[in-house]
């Protein structure tokens, strides 16, 4: 058995030093191999990838890294796995332009999170989309209150596209700065507008306690209705 932590082992293994020219040979050829297979993709590059294209990238990225540097997996091999790879990629991809069914299948489909200025019900349930992720995610936009949004989607690729609100139609609504959303309580402490922290609906409460009328969760805070700052 080896001793743990035998450094020649560590570093090198049982290979000659030489061997490592062949391990530069081998990267420089599975470089350019990859290279030439992702232009087969047609793709011009990447931003966002849908689950179907990561599954591609990570069956590329698997084929391609071995024969960098064993010595007993050779490169055709792994030219075979990325020709075979392209080939089902353009293949799925062009069942996926000929029959919707399956594009939704395979890539998920747009689903709408925010309609005038509250959470669709049960777009998070459904989405596996975290609340305070979906928030940094509009903090990116600047955006202060969900009033601000007249729709939001969470597209395939897992990117949220937000269309605003002109600013004279600006309601009031759920706060996603974190130090206001943090002041969420379940006792309303002065009459005025508030906004569930679930579901974003807007309802006028006296001090104590109340339930939402759309979603009967009972924490609230007060909703704001500022104008986003461009
Ligand atoms: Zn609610």
Redesign the pocket.
Known sequence: MNDIFDWERLLINDHPFEFLFEVVFRSVVMFIILLITLRFTGKRGVKQLSIFETVIIIALGSAAGDPMFYEDVGIIPAITVFTVIILLYRFVTMLAGKFKWFEKLIEGKTECIIEDGE?SIGAFAKEGLAQDEFFSELRVYSIDHLGQIKNAYLETSGEVSVFFQADEDVKFGLPILPQLFELKSKNIPIHGTYA??????IQELSKGKAN??????EEWVKAINTIRIK
Not at 212 to 217: I, P, W
Request: glycine letters at 8%; a positive charge; proline letters at 0%.
């Open positions: 959470f569930c922290t679930f579901c974003g609906n939402c009328d759309r979603c009967n969760k």
